[in-house]
């Protein structure tokens, strides 16, 4: 395995991704109004042809979004291991009881049986399934190191330098 799987760097993208997502800019014309404000009228109307001219010192107003939208409820929660295959992918999902309290399911591919942790609350499922993908992300990255440095120290004994 001297070739680093391509699915790894993909794998690896996505994860970088979902761990840290880049805010979304929503651009507002300063001029627009809001919904929520009176449009003002406009003392000077353009002519059909002439094109609205904006100062330079006038900037569009920025408003941050985040990519993905904060979950306020704890059921339905859910996170995924890293890996490069499905089969053996662990996945943590918060369900709702019918006593109210929070339980995490925990799977390894898609067709086991979950193992169920709680009851809990909303917080503390929700920090349970955070704890554990930073831990089986921790795992996999240092096995993912292990195999690598065996690997070079394979191609090292193979060359006849060791």
Known sequence: MSEIDPTDHALATIASILENPEPVLVVRDSETPAADEEPVADEHPAAADEHPVIAEHEHPVVEEQPLVPE?????GYSKVGPGPMVAIRLKW???RGDDGQYYVHETIGEQSAPVVSGPMTSEAAVHFVD?????ANKR????RSEIAGRSSLADY???GEA
């Open 71 to 75: 979950h306020t409820d704890a059921d």
């Open 93 to 95: 999902a918060v369900h």
């Open 131 to 135: 704890a554990q993908e930073e831990e």
């Open 140 to 143: 996999f990255e240092l096995l």
């Open 157 to 159: 004994e193979r060359k």
